[in-house]
C-alpha cells in the first residue's frame, strides 16, 4: 500500500471515529423524551392563540383569522384538549405596493404583498413574557391584466394566504426553538 493510500485511510479512520464519537450527541427535536417529562408537540400544544384584534369584515380580520388557523394547526395539529400554559399574543400590519407599472395603462402589472408580525409569548403561571420576537414576509404576485379584475382580486387573497402561511411557519419555528433550547 502506497503512502497516499495510507494518509487517505487514516483521515477516513479519524472521520468516522469523530462522527462516532459525536452520534449520541444528536437528539430529535420532536422525540418523546425518556425521563417523562412533556416532550415538544405537548409543550406546543399549550400554546393559546387569543384572536388578533382586528376590525371585522376588513381584510386584516380575515389575514388575522388566516395566521391564527395555520399557527394553531402547525403547533396543534388536529389534537385538542391540553390546559392552556402559555399565551401567544400577535401584532401585525399589512402593506401593499407596486412592483411594476404597465406603460401603456398605468395599471400595475406585479406588486408586492407583506405583513409584518411582533409576537410575545407569556407564560400563564407567572404572567410574565418570557418570548418576543418580530417576523416579515413579503410575497409577489402578478396581475394578468387590466380588465381582469377577479384574477386581480384572487391573485392578492392567495397572496395574502401564503403570507399568512409564512408568518404562521416563522413563529412556530422559533416557538419550538424556545421550548427546546429555553431561550
Given at each position: 500500500?502506497s503512502?497516499?493510500?495510507?494518509?487517505?485511510?487514516a483521515?477516513?479512520?479519524?472521520?468516522?471515529?469523530?462522527?462516532?464519537?459525536?452520534?449520541?450527541c444528536?437528539q430529535?427535536m420532536?422525540?418523546?423524551?425518556?425521563d417523562?417529562?412533556?416532550?415538544?408537540?405537548?409543550?406546543?400544544m399549550g400554546?393559546e392563540?387569543?384572536?388578533?384584534e382586528?376590525?371585522?369584515?376588513s381584510?386584516?380580520?380575515?389575514v388575522?383569522?388566516?395566521?391564527?388557523?395555520?399557527?394553531?394547526?402547525?403547533?396543534?395539529?388536529n389534537?385538542?384538549?391540553?390546559?392552556?400554559?402559555?399565551r401567544?399574543?400577535?401584532r401585525?400590519?399589512?402593506?401593499?405596493s407596486?412592483?411594476?407599472?404597465d406603460?401603456?395603462t398605468?395599471?400595475?402589472?406585479?406588486e408586492n404583498?407583506?405583513?409584518?408580525?411582533?409576537?410575545n409569548?407569556?407564560d400563564?403561571?407567572?404572567?410574565?413574557s418570557?418570548?418576543?420576537?418580530?417576523?416579515?414576509?413579503?410575497?409577489?404576485?402578478?396581475?394578468?391584466?387590466?380588465?381582469q379584475r377577479?384574477?386581480?382580486?384572487?391573485?392578492?387573497?392567495d397572496?395574502?394566504?401564503?403570507?399568512a402561511?409564512?408568518?404562521?411557519?416563522?413563529?412556530?419555528?422559533?416557538?419550538a426553538?424556545?421550548?427546546v433550547?429555553?431561550t
Amino acid at each position: 500500500m502506497s503512502l497516499a493510500k495510507t494518509r487517505i485511510a487514516a483521515r477516513l479512520l479519524a472521520v468516522a471515529a469523530l462522527a462516532a464519537l459525536t452520534a449520541g450527541c444528536f437528539q430529535p427535536m420532536y422525540a418523546d423524551r425518556g425521563d417523562g417529562s412533556p416532550g415538544l408537540r405537548e409543550k406546543l400544544m399549550g400554546v393559546e392563540i387569543p384572536p388578533v384584534e382586528k376590525n371585522n369584515a376588513s381584510r386584516e380580520a380575515r389575514v388575522q383569522v388566516e395566521i391564527r388557523n395555520a399557527l394553531a394547526f402547525k403547533l396543534y395539529g388536529n389534537a385538542t384538549g391540553m390546559p392552556p400554559t402559555h399565551r401567544l399574543v400577535l401584532r401585525f400590519s399589512s402593506s401593499r405596493s407596486s412592483l411594476m407599472i404597465d406603460p401603456n395603462t398605468a395599471l400595475p402589472s406585479s406588486e408586492n404583498y407583506g405583513i409584518d408580525a411582533q409576537y410575545n409569548l407569556i407564560d400563564l403561571a407567572s404572567n410574565k413574557s418570557v418570548m418576543t420576537g418580530t417576523t416579515f414576509s413579503r410575497v409577489s404576485y402578478d396581475i394578468p391584466g387590466a380588465l381582469q379584475r377577479f384574477a386581480r382580486a384572487r391573485a392578492f387573497r392567495d397572496a395574502e394566504d401564503r403570507a399568512a402561511q409564512e408568518i404562521a411557519e416563522h413563529i412556530q419555528t422559533r416557538l419550538a426553538s424556545y421550548f427546546v433550547a429555553g431561550t
